[in-house]
Nanobody, 123 residues
Framework: QVQLVESGGGLVQAGGSLRLACVAS????????MAWFRQAPGKEREFVAG????????LYADSVKGRFTISRDNAKNTVYLQMNSLKPEDTDVYYC????????????????WGQGTQVTVSS
């Protein structure tokens, strides 16, 4: 497993942008699929975006497609989530996840998780 630490959350007005970053420990980062999930209190964890080990394949939830971009820098052991045109309904705690299986939207199939970072979008 890898240790994951997220940063970049905060308060932003609707229409604004934020960039989340997730730094992984360990020397095997490039072998992991990486993903971002989000979760509101009392709700199930929701897939946001995923990227394969090379960064060549990405997957997005319909709700964020065209607004969010996931990318990774294997030299820096970091995965990013650029969030543009933010909406109040994007308000959640965002989690970074790492998995050794093929990229999936199912949170139960990821092996390592960060502690989460709060994103709040005001109207």
């Amino acid at each position: 497993q890898v240790q994951l630490v997220e940063s970049g959350g905060g308060l932003v007005q609707a229409g604004g942008s934020l960039r989340l970053a997730c730094v992984a420990s360990g020397r095997t980062f490039s072998s992991y699929c990486m993903a971002w999930f989000r979760q509101a209190p009392g709700k199930e964890r929701e897939f946001v975006a995923g990227v394969n080990w090379s960064g060549g394949n990405t997957l997005y939830a319909d709700s964020v497609k065209g607004r969010f971009t996931i990318s990774r820098d294997n030299a820096k052991n970091t995965v990013y989530l650029q969030m543009n045109s933010l909406k109040p309904e994007d308000t959640d705690v965002y989690y970074c996840a790492a998995g050794t299986r093929a990229m999936t939207t199912l949170w139960t199939l990821y092996d390592s998780w960060g502690q989460g970072t709060q994103v709040t979008v005001s109207s």
